[in-house]
Nanobody
């Protein structure tokens, strides 16, 4: 069993930056592919970024390419999402999630096994 706790969300002006953190407990994160999802009101939960257990493969949604960076520190059992040049469209609840497969990055929420509680990101224009 893995427990995930996100932090780092908040209110930021358009063009600003935030760094989200996801700390795991219960098991080492090195066993999992990790993803960051987001969900805006009335919309589906979509994958924003993901990376495999050793960060050898990464994925970014087209809407965040060049602005967001996902990284992990397995020694700290932590995954990060650096978000730069934030836009109002980035406003959502952001969730980190873990998938037991190490070598691929699933694209849909239903394929992930463990979830954090979410952290709100609000970008004001």
């Amino acid at each position: 069993q893995v427990q995930l706790v996100e932090s780092g969300g908040g209110l930021v002006q358009a063009g600003g930056s935030l760094r989200l953190s996801c700390v795991a407990s219960g098991r080492t994160l090195s066993s999992y592919t990790m993803g960051w999802f987001r969900q805006a009101p009335g919309k589906e939960r979509d994958l924003v970024a993901g990376l495999t257990w050793n960060a050898g493969v990464t994925y970014y949604a087209d809407s965040v390419k060049g602005r967001f960076t996902i990284s992990r520190d397995n020694t700290k059992n932590t995954v990060y999402l650096q978000m730069n040049s934030l836009e109002s469209e980035d406003t959502a609840v952001y969730y980190c999630a873990a998938n037991v497969g190490k070598w691929v990055i699933p694209r849909t929420a239903m394929e992930y096994d463990y979830w954090g509680q979410g952290t709100q990101v609000t970008v004001s224009s």
